[in-house]
């Protein structure tokens, strides 16, 4: 079991940069894979990144690939999601997710693959 929480949202302009940070406890962070997601209002949640245990692998969505960096901090015990050139269209609640993989390789863009959750952070990017 690992509980995660998030932390790093705020309220910026378009063009800044914000770093989202999932800390865990509980648990070793490193032995799960880790995704983030977000959810704008009235929109389904929609996956944004996505790392493997073993941090060989990362998935982004077109619509961040190449803004956004997702990377893990052992030290931390945490997972980042470095967030650059935002645009309006990012402003959501993104929360972050964790899972016990089969294999070090292993990652998912699918929530329903996710056993843990965050409570989430705002995130919101003014034009």
């Known amino acids: 079991q690992v509980q995660l929480v998030e932390s790093g949202g705020g309220l910026v302009q378009a063009g800044d940069s914000l770093r989202l940070s999932c800390t865990a406890s509980?648990?070793?962070?490193?032995?799960?894979?880790v995704g983030w997601f977000r959810q704008a209002p009235g929109k389904e949640r929609e996956s944004v990144a996505a790392?493997?245990?073993?941090?060989?692998?990362?998935y982004y969505s077109d619509s961040v690939k190449g803004r956004f960096t997702i990377s893990r901090d052992n030290a931390k015990n945490a997972v980042d999601l470095q967030m650059n050139s935002l645009k309006p269209g990012d402003t959501a609640v993104y929360y972050c997710?964790?899972?016990?993989?089969?294999?070090?390789?292993?990652?998912?863009?699918?929530?329903?693959?996710?056993?843990?959750w965050g409570q989430g952070t705002q995130v919101t990017v003014s034009s």
């Open positions: 790392i493997s245990r073993n941090a060989g692998n990362r």
């Open positions: 509980l648990s070793t962070l490193s032995v799960y894979a």
């Open positions: 997710a964790a899972t016990q993989p089969l294999s070090d390789t292993l990652l998912f863009s699918r929530s329903h693959n996710y056993a843990y």
